[in-house]
């Protein structure tokens, strides 16, 4: 019995100690794991994400360029100028402008007469893109012309002359400065004849033939292809000043050359004329020595026939 309580007492004592024994083993085990299953997680877990890149700050618009301002015209409008633009029709009637803008009733009646009206709206509807540019002289600048000057020009010289009002470029109001002189007119027969030269500094533009200086006023008419201004004066061009070449004197007509053969056969024959009618030269001879001449000659046949 005693045997068997000592068994069990031992039994009992052991049991506390095994299992602290297991406690400890089981300890030591999970810090010995522990590391191995920490490398393992971190293993298999995935490779961090790479960070995105930071995101730029939104660029500052920069300042708009303001738009140039339109550029400002040389020549000024004229209070009775028409409206620009073509009329309800679409087309241009020069002549229609002119009598609207009023005080141009010279040069429209000049631009009929002449008929370079028909040579001017011709170039127009040809030239749309170029276009054309009418310096017009109002009737107080023809009147300042010495009277009848214009009707003692030649009919070439008249249209020459109204042509000469007319660019056959378009010319805005504010474009003056970028002509190049000498500027070239209708009337340009050739690349020196016809020309003026144009002058634009502040709100002035000014007009130099060479014979008269003048001054654009105003606006009467513009829209893309024509414009018209109004000059203070009818301008004269240089090449009406200019003198005219002489034309050379005709040649005269040399008198044809007597021929050389003919003259010394005919000395020929007025001398053997002398030698042979000696006689009859003696006859015509002065009158005291006529009877003598005979008598010689009576002897002369004598003694020929003697012998």
Do not use: W
């Amino acid at each position: 019995m005693r045997a068997k309580e000592k068994l069990r007492n031992r039994q009992s004592n052991q049991q506390p100690s095994i299992t602290n024994n297991m406690k400890q083993t089981l300890f030591f085990s999970l810090l010995l794991l522990a590391p191995i299953f920490s490398f393992s997680a971190l293993a298999q877990s995935p490779a961090a994400a790479p960070k995105a890149p930071a995101k730029p700050a939104p660029a500052k618009p920069a300042p708009a360029t303001p738009a140039p301002a339109p550029a400002k015209p040389l020549v000024p409008a004229l209070p009775n100028s028409p409206l620009s633009g073509p009329d309800s029709s679409g087309s241009q009637d020069i002549v229609k402008i002119l009598r609207k803008a009023k005080s141009f009733n010279t040069l429209i009646r000049l631009l009929k007469t002449t008929q370079i009206i028909n040579q001017v709206n011709a170039q127009l509807v040809t030239s749309k893109n170029g276009g054309l540019t009418i310096l017009a002289p109002d009737d107080g600048a023809f009147s300042e012309l010495k009277a009848g000057y214009f009707n003692s020009l030649g009919d070439r010289q008249q249209k020459a002359l109204i042509q000469f009002h007319v660019l056959p470029v378009y010319v805005s109001s504010s474009n003056f400065d970028a002509l190049s002189n000498p500027v070239l007119t209708l009337a340009s027969d050739s690349p020196t004849g016809y020309q003026l030269n144009v002058t634009a500094y502040g709100n002035s533009v000014n007009i130099s033939t060479g014979v008269v200086n003048a001054t654009l006023t105003g606006i009467v008419y513009t829209d893309k292809t024509l414009a018209i201004y109004h000059v203070d004066k009818v301008l004269i061009p240089l090449d009406f000043s200019k003198p005219k070449p002489i034309a050379p004197a005709p040649a005269l007509a040399k008198a044809p050359k007597a021929d050389k053969d003919n003259s010394s056969a005919e000395d020929d024959d007025q001398a053997q004329s002398s030698k042979n009618s000696s006689g009859a030269i003696s006859f015509v001879s002065t009158p005291g020595t006529t009877l003598v001449s005979f008598a010689v000659a009576l002897l002369a046949a004598a003694a020929t026939m003697s012998c």
